[in-house]
């Protein structure tokens, strides 16, 4: 069986790499020392060892494409292993014309919204073992838009805040927190736009939302009050795709300019009157679909109908972009979508994985960015720590006016903060919590979720504590280096040799074992800060 995607021809894939030759080529930070030690920053398409999130297969414009069909499908299966789908596989079915968007919720890796030109928005579970029949009942409706529904966006800090856009011109902002499995009222109605709305973009706390609109403007709005805080007046960009750049203040878009040439933009958040930055890419007719990740401060713009990737290193200083190289493949995209930072293989110093849909061969490959590292240890300077799979707020809690930045997480293998499944507590613990847990759930916020809290500081506790004791025991056995329980002094070249490369091995689990108490102690520092957050706010 033909498997859909293989790795590329190692020597034309660094001469694609290597083929810029521009002198102003920047390698970013994170990588820049790899550089130095006459290393590149490579690509390489595989498939992934250890999926996080379910592959999707939808509807156009974005992500991973289908054939648009009456009566909505969505195929859902993990991308490993490789190879056909079988045609009879379970499916989603239960909208009544074209599926138009499909988002994962952040927060819950078995949720999905979809919108769709029945002028419905629908919220679907997903289950833990998969599909094993066809689902036609959605957990949630909902029905506010007279008009086909194109685009829809989670919150990115606040559970179960969507937001929802359509043919009708407004933005509708829900609150799926309720019982109720149809809702008709949305808790906010955004009515700033004259046209259609082509993208919606949030800041890092979600308390700005900037969207990109088919009158050729861009609109900085405060979600929550409903006011348009800023609108671009520049003519010579019209904007197709926004996006927030995380806490540099700034916001690229991708459009066409006068000459219909496809073009990039930066913008200052404060000021969009004129473009900080503007340039002309190519001729080509598709649109760019724009993806930043905020810890490495890398931008990808992916073309739709081409098989190109441009990738760019974000700056807070002039020049403020700029541009590394580009990945190029003969193989044309119609969507493409991205793996959350926590499904990466860090093991394999993946720093971001695309999945191309292609058309021509019925194909979805996965694309990986790899920082190439001798070492198989953990790369902390690559893996910052990032956004989690938890929310900073409850729904209620943003609605009532607070701001809160998103819940940080490390990558290392054994942290336990990438799992996103819901944890289901026993009845027991309720009857023991303290005043101040009894505090907290007078003022909004459930008791199961103080005592996960308490009990995930709880588990982080007994784990530096037995690092200590491992620490202490180790200190015991070694002497400058030297294990005391081994053989004598080395007597010969070749046994001090030997002793020296053991040295070597012990200085670098050492450095390994400091490195993983000071995550830790980060983990606690984050843990308690959100702690004080929360009792602060109430």
């Not at 190692?10 to 030759?21: E, G, K, S, Y």
């Not at 002793?499 to 520092?525: A, G, H, P, S, T």
């Amino acid at each position: 069986m033909r498997t859909p995607c293989a790795l590329p021809d190692p020597r034309r894939q660094r001469q694609d790499v290597l083929a810029p030759t521009v002198p102003q080529l920047q390698v970013p930070s994170c990588v820049r020392q790899s550089r130095q030690q006459g290393q590149v920053l490579r690509l390489c398409a595989h498939y992934p060892q250890r999926p996080r999130q379910p592959l999707l297969c939808r509807e156009p414009p974005l992500h991973c494409c289908g054939d648009r069909v009456r009566g909505w499908r969505r195929l859902h299966r993990h991308s490993h292993p490789a190879g056909k789908l079988d045609p009879h596989y379970p499916k989603i079915c239960g909208h009544k014309g074209n599926v138009l968007d499909v988002k994962w919720n952040p927060f819950n890796d078995f949720v999905i919204a979809s919108c769709s030109e029945d002028a419905s928005v629908k919220i679907w579970d997903i289950p833990k073992h998969l599909l094993t029949r066809n689902i036609t009942n959605p957990k949630k409706e909902l029905l506010g838009h007279v008009r086909k529904v194109d685009l829809i966006e989670w919150h990115p800090t606040a559970n179960n805040i969507l937001f929802s856009s359509g043919y009708d011109y407004k933005i509708m902002i829900w609150n799926l927190d309720t019982r109720e499995a149809v809702i008709s009222n949305p808790v906010k109605i955004l009515d700033a736009h004259k046209d259609v709305v082509l993208s919606m973009s949030f800041n890092t706390d979600g308390s700005l939302l900037a969207t990109a609109c088919r009158d050729r403007k861009i609109r900085l709005i405060d979600p929550r009050a409903g006011t348009v805080l800023q609108v671009t007046s520049y003519k010579s960009h019209r904007v197709n795709k926004v996006l927030f750049l995380g806490n540099v203040k700034k916001l690229f878009s991708t459009g066409t300019s006068r000459w219909n040439n496809r073009q990039i933009a930066l913008w200052d958040q404060n000021d969009l009157s004129v473009p900080l930055l503007e340039e002309d890419l190519d001729g080509s007719s598709g649109l760019l679909f724009p993806f930043y990740d905020s810890d490495t401060r890398m931008l990808y713009v992916a073309g739709k109908g081409d098989g190109n990737i441009r990738y760019y290193e974000i700056s807070p200083e002039k020049p403020y972009l700029n541009y590394l190289m580009e990945y190029h493949s003969h193989l044309p995209q119609k969507g493409i979508g991205i793996m959350p930072k926590r499904g990466l293989d860090v093991s394999a110093c993946e720093i971001f994985r695309f999945y191309k849909l292609i058309p021509t061969k019925s194909l979805i490959e996965p694309i990986s960015m790899i920082v190439p590292r001798r070492s198989e240890s953990y790369q902390e300077d690559i893996y910052p720590l990032t956004t989690g799979a938890q929310p900073a707020l409850t729904a209620q809690e943003w609605l009532n006016g607070f701001n809160k930045g998103p819940l940080l997480v490390s990558l290392r293998p054994g942290s336990g903060a990438v799992n996103t499944l819901p944890q289901f507590l026993e009845a027991e613990p309720l009857t023991k919590t303290t005043d101040l847990s009894r505090h907290w759930g007078q003022g909004g916020r459930s008791p199961l979720e103080d005592i996960q809290k308490r009990s995930e500081v709880e588990n982080s506790r007994k784990q530096l504590r037995a690092e200590k004791k491992l620490w202490k025991n180790e200190q015991t056995h070694l002497s400058n280096g030297f294990d005391l329980s081994e053989c004598p002094p080395p007597k010969t070249e070749n046994e001090l040799l030997q002793m020296f490369y053991r040295q070597q091995e012990e200085i670098r689990r050492l450095r390994e074992l400091v490195n993983q108490r000071d995550i830790q102690i980060k983990q606690l520092e984050l843990e308690l800060k959100n702690l004080y957050m929360d009792v602060g706010s109430y």
